[in-house]
């Protein structure tokens, strides 16, 4: 970097911190990659930087901001007492306290996170979204009319495909009734319910502000499930390795597009970044149908940052080097205007 700034590096733990709490031995874990690698990209681009991980005590950051003073504070905490729900909150935290920080508003994580919200802005604005219902805890669970099968039931706030099996995919009313009273049993939140949509699972990571970088698109291949068989991103297809291995699941840049259709994806994926006013960078989740018709699944603000996930390798496709890029979000957040 031109000028050698001050970053505090914020993480989420899962238990009560210290401020100078040791974390050499969480960085070595899987847990914790995201972290190490961001913190490595930080030395390498001669910063000045610290870090500090939050629990549920806004107070340590509030300390760490008065003693160390940093021009801008790289965000990846989206959890606050093992709460994922509180990420825009620990965001509109940084808001108030005026200090630049990477990554998404409030509004933004806001309108991202409640999948059934960001499905009816973009269907307002004639972007596909899969037909779909929201059905809150305490309601009777009754499939409309208009919802065809077959349908998707998953958690209505949750993220990283948490409460998606294969069993979330519902053929029959009886099973589409079992599976709403599990979500609501378990995981003690709202569902929405959206029609399957079959075709070619794809990822696109854009970065930016006011002008927008499109970085290469990658896609889920299902290379062992078989031709009848649902093909979806749950659970355990993006985190259990042996179910990946044992399915034939990859995660590859997409091939064989018709240049028609990336252009498409590509406009499409900005209109979408900008009508749920995501900063700094974000992933959104798409299906492409045999007919090149592009759906709307979801938009996250908070993808995964490390140095061998999507993001960072659609990046370096596109000739981002790892430091560059968390150079480049860094900039990106010290530019953003926040309301």
């Not at 801008?72 to 729900?85: S, T, W």
């Not at 495909?161 to 009313?173: C, M, P, R, T």
């Not at 974000?282 to 995964?304: G, K, Q, S």
Request: aromatic content about 10%; overall charge positive.
């Amino acid at each position: 970097m031109k000028k050698k700034l001050k970053v505090l590096a914020l993480f989420d733990a899962i238990r009560p911190t210290k401020l100078d709490q040791d974390l050499s031995a969480e960085m070595k874990t899987e847990d914790w990659k995201t972290e190490a690698n961001v913190l490595a990209a930080l030395r390498a681009l001669g910063c000045n930087s610290e870090h500090l991980a939050i629990f549920d005590d806004l107070d340590l950051l509030q300390q760490k901001l008065t003693t160390f003073g940093p021009s801008v504070i790289f965000n990846l905490a989206d959890q606050f007492k093992n709460n994922r729900g509180f990420d825009q909150n620990i965001v509109s935290f940084l808001e108030m306290q005026g200090v630049p920080f990477t990554g998404c508003g409030a509004t933004g994580l806001l309108l991202c996170k409640h999948k059934g919200i960001s499905k009816k802005i973009l269907s307002y604005h004639r972007i596909r979204v899969p037909d779909f219902v929201i059905i809150p805890r305490g309601k009777r669970i009754a499939r409309p009319k208009r919802l065809r099968f077959p349908i998707v039931v998953k958690p209505l706030k949750e993220e990283a495909s948490l409460g998606i099996a294969q069993a979330s995919f519902v053929e029959s009313d009886e099973q589409f009734r079992e599976r709403v009273a599990f979500i609501h049993d378990k995981y003690d939140g709202d569902v929405i319910a959206e029609e399957y949509i079959a075709g070619r699972e794809l990822y696109v990571s854009l970065m930016g502000n006011l002008r927008l970088t499109v970085f290469p698109i990658r896609e889920l291949i299902f290379r062992e499930v078989p031709p009848d068989e649902p093909k979806m991103a749950t659970y355990r297809a993006k985190w259990d390795e042996e179910y990946r291995k044992r399915w034939g699941l990859q995660n590859q840049f997409a091939k064989g597009l018709e240049p028609g259709a990336v252009a498409q994806i590509e406009k499409t994926c900005k209109r979408i970044y900008r009508l749920l006013t995501i900063d700094g960078y974000a992933r959104i989740d798409l299906r492409l149908t045999a007919a090149n018709e592009v759906y709307f699944i979801e938009a996250n603000p908070n993808p995964i940052l490390a140095e061998d996930e999507d993001f960072a390798l659609s990046a370096g496709k596109a000739g981002l080097a790892y430091p560059e890029l968390i150079e480049r979000i860094i900039q990106h957040g010290l530019k953003t205007v926040r309301d």
